[in-house]
């Protein structure tokens, strides 16, 4: 968000200002030349602010931008508020990525860059541009550019929360998005409407109920793509009862999509099956040229894993072996269980139930179970908040960071005016809608003041994130995968009005304390079903219950374990088909 100030030119007199700010003053013979460095910096940033742009064409694909369309959906098309807009978008042909998605539809998250659509990131008209509601992007983030090629149709975009910082979907723009198994139930967030869409299909192909008065859900999807800072592919999956990936931080590019902060940020696959999920990961990963998220390890497109393709490869071995069975399909797995996922703050006590049953799924089918202990993972949450929160609002809503990390990132170009500064209309929309973006503000404005926080702080908060990463991979030396309830408790109902500010703010976010340590960590994550758990409502939800979802964590890079760990305990049945 520029400021909407004239720039003018330096002057002694904001020299002064400045150096002032940083404690000095500067002698009276030293000012000349010291504006004279300014302006010379002044001129070469004024004279690229004029040049024309600059597209790389390894982001300009023939893919008919100029005939792209897109509407509103009405009421009746949107009963449970989880599209945006809604498109039909699809490439000229599949060559490219041997059409792993032909025939499917995908619903993209309302924060990633679709050239000639809309991109809200989940918050109100002018909030992010000046000049229009919305800012339309002019090209294709990379993933969407491999959806096309890999065949897909995208129908639309997926509601997400405001800003995309909340793990519960009452805060869009747009209202609350309905869990599609329990009206005025939350689906989860921020990837919300990419959950429940891809939810909707699963109710309809797999004809399931659970006894709940399932109706009117719409038009879904087959995929969906999701956003992961904290928890925002995991929770809604759990809500929702699909499958959500978080992979491993840098595997997937995150160019061309809202950021919350670099180190958080992750883009994954939401499908209503395992290997669906493998096969969408197989078209997202891999190095784009772009992204400095992506590292040395970060698989070349050439050399991305066709994870659907191994899964199918590990079964075809075990199913010849007689060993994919209801007796034997994990055999040679090592799961451990997590301790202190199950001492987390609100964890319900059904919930714990179902995930330790699921545990033991997995010692019947052969698998060595066994507790593992991480005592840093309750901690976590410090470290994620001491390692992040000082800069998240400049990069939330400043756009600051895109363009100055060691590596060199492609910032997306737009159209439309820079967006205003905030002021109190936008303060008193965001206290309504989410007051974690107005304490993002607040919070990072305290914390980097280097008066009282020196940088050393935040250095000595990364270090500890090194810490707790070795910690996890130490477990996971003597673990293939370490499962946990993915969040404390079933879908809860919408927040209800009238809610304070630290109530509401704690209600968004205090379901990610299982998911948000393995954003900073950058380990892969995979959320399934695995039974259901009694909803807390009284009248005339009483008894209603809702799907509970398993997390499982696997080494970083290696998403394949994930995979065929969440296959094998399906060999013992369905999660959803579960008393």
Known sequence: MASQQKKGQASVEDLRKIATAHGFSMRPQDEEGYLTIVLAAQESVDYVEKMKDYIDPGLIHDLNIADRTYTLPSPSENPLNAWRHRTQIKAPSTAGNAGLLVGRTVAIKDNVSVAGVPRTCGTQPFHLCKDKPAPIPEIDAPIVSRILHAGAVITGTST?????????????????????????????????????????????SRGLTNGLAVNNLGEGVDLATGGDQGGSIRVPAAYCGIYGLKPTHGLVPYTGIGSLFPLLDHCGSMASSIRGTATFLSVLAGYDGFDPR?????????????????????????????????????????????????EIDGLDAEVAAVIRKAASRFASLGASVAEVSVPLHLIAPHIFTAATRAYMADTLLFGYGSSTSAALPFPFPTAAAAAPAPDQAWYDTMTASNPLVVGGILSSDFLRDRARYPESVRDKAVRHVHQLRAAYDEALGQFDVLIMPATPTVAPRHAEEGLGVGEKAQLVMGNTLNTLPFNITGHPG??????????????????????VGMQIIGKRWDEQILFLAAAAWEVGGFGLDEE
């Open 160 to 204: 997400c929360e405001n800003y995309c910082l909340s793990a519960m979907s009452f805060t869009s723009a747009t209202g609350p998005v309905d869990n599609p198994w329990l009206r005025g139930h939350s689906t989860g967030g921020s990837s919300s409407g990419s959950a429940a869409l891809v939810a909707v299909n699963l109710i309809k």
């Open 294 to 342: 992506m590292t040395p390890e970060t698989p070349l497109r050439a050399s991305v894993p066709q994870y659907h393709g191994r899964l199918d490869e590990q079964i075809a071995m075990r199913t010849a072996a007689g060993t994919w069975t209801p007796q034997a399909a994990a055999r040679g797995l090592r799961v451990g269980i997590l301790k202190e996922a199950f």
């Open 526 to 547: 995979l959320v399934m079903p695995v039974g259901w758990g009694r909803v807390e409502d009284g009248g005339e939800n009483k008894g209603a219950k809702l799907p």
